[in-house]
């Protein structure tokens, strides 16, 4: 009767083992080279909002103004990179406070636009290159600009 218990006893283990190898060979698989996602929120904030946000000043700068600040000072090395601009018609007073909007990354790749007294708005995601929802908004803003008195 022993020798049966033994031999249980090593299809056990070659069992564990096997099921071991299986499961690092499936993790060394599934480590794929990831990309750095500070850089990936950088390139989309490069690629789509400043690239936005420089198109409309090019196409509004007679009447509103189009001010990008692309490097806050607190966010130089932040997790989660964000630009900062503003939107105001040329002939405001000096003295008239302006709107600063934040186009903010998050963690989880969401992209959305923020200013203080508004509720932040999703523009997108880091994935999708698409930049119509953030075009969008800025129109809306410019638009929203232009009406100020």
Not at 65 to 93: C, G, L, W
Not at 122 to 138: A, K, P, T, Y
Request: hydrophobic fraction near 40%; proline fraction near 4%; glycine fraction near 6%.
């Amino acid at each position: 009767m022993m020798p049966k218990f033994k031999e249980a006893l090593e299809r056990g283990k070659q069992a564990r083992r096997r099921q071991e190898e299986h499961a690092y060979n499936e993790t060394a698989e599934q480590v794929a080279p990831v990309t750095d996602f500070g850089a990936q929120a950088r390139a989309w904030l490069n690629d789509v909002a400043i690239a936005s946000l420089e198109a409309a000043k090019a196409d509004v700068a007679g009447e509103i103004a189009v001010d990008i600040d692309t490097a806050p000072r607190r966010q130089v090395k932040a997790s989660t990179p964000s630009i900062r601009f503003q939107i105001y018609r040329k002939r405001e007073p000096e003295k008239k406070i302006r709107k600063t909007f934040t186009v903010g990354v998050q963690l989880s790749g969401g992209v959305s636009v923020s200013a203080p007294g508004i509720v932040a708005k999703d523009v997108g995601n880091i994935g999708d290159r698409s930049d119509e929802r953030f075009r969008n908004l800025v129109a809306e803003l410019i638009e929203d600009a232009a009406k100020s008195t």
